[in-house]
């Protein structure tokens, strides 16, 4: 059985939790991102269940419509959200099997890695997004328009604009491509503007206009997308990637 790996000791001691599975109540059918090592894929699979100390069933990952059969003893991380918690573990595939149904078994984990979302800290980020509007003609024209996120959190982020995006209470749209590992994702989150500052450039004079935005309505496949890319943002900031 492999334990996981422990990229949290380069967290705040008290941000951090080693937590056996089964203290998580994970519950069946909740999506679970499945990041294989080499050959670098990413896949969102369904947990099934558990043979507690042995393994744990998931569904088998699927690409394009087709199932995808990872050998034995092909190495895996483990990523989900639960009890308010970013898990993430390693482990090793056992076997894939197609009948009599389709199941994924991978090797139980020792200990869990478990951060607090709500204590995740805001990370640089420097992305190029795309701001839309959520109704159109609500909040003026001009849209789509493009904006540098400068940083970034679970929760919400800071984005830089050449002039004002709209007003504190007004909702956007956000898209952003982020790179998780070797995998490039596309983050799309509904935003709630909740306030503005004009920043003027020490060096040109000119102004930019720096909007707080929080995330709204997050489905738990971009949580986990989000948490993935924060806490890899973490560790390029420690300088361990």
């Avoid at 519950?27 to 100390?53: D, M, N, Q, W």
């Avoid at 020792?110 to 839309?132: F, N, Q, T």
């Avoid at 904006?147 to 209470?169: F, K, P, Q, T, Y």
């Avoid at 956007?172 to 306030?195: H, P, S, W, Y």
Wanted: hydrophobic share 40%.
């Amino acid at each position: 059985m492999l334990h996981p790996t422990k990229p949290s000791s380069l967290l705040q001691q008290g941000d951090k939790e080693q937590l056996r599975f089964d203290e998580l109540r994970f519950p069946v059918g909740e999506r679970v991102k499945l990041e294989v090592r080499s050959p670098k894929a990413r896949y969102t699979v369904f947990y099934v269940g558990h043979f507690r100390e042995r393994s744990l069933l998931l569904s088998v990952p699927q690409k394009n419509g087709s199932a995808q059969l990872l050998p034995e003893g092909t190495l895996v991380t483990v990523r989900m959200i639960a009890s308010n918690r970013a898990c993430a573990f390693s482990s090793r595939v056992q076997k894939s099997q197609m009948t009599p149904f389709p199941m994924l078994y991978i090797d139980y984990p020792g200990l869990v890695e478990a951060v607090m979302v709500r204590k995740a800290p805001r990370v640089s980020s420097r992305l190029i997004v795309s701001l839309d509007e959520v109704e159109e003609g609500a909040i003026g024209g001009g849209w789509p328009r493009q904006a540098m996120c400068s940083d970034i959190s679970l929760h919400g982020a800071r984005i830089e604009a050449s002039d004002m995006l709209g007003e504190v209470g007004e909702e956007i749209f956000m898209t952003a491509r982020m790179k998780v590992g070797e995998v490039d994702q596309l983050l799309l989150t509904k935003c709630t503007l909740r306030n503005l500052e004009d920043l003027e450039d020490p060096y040109t004079g000119d102004y930019r206009v720096i909007h707080g935005v929080e995330f709204v309505d997050l489905d738990e496949e971009t949580q986990l997308t989000l948490t993935g890319f924060v806490f890899q943002q973490m560790l390029k900031e420690k300088g361990v990637l």
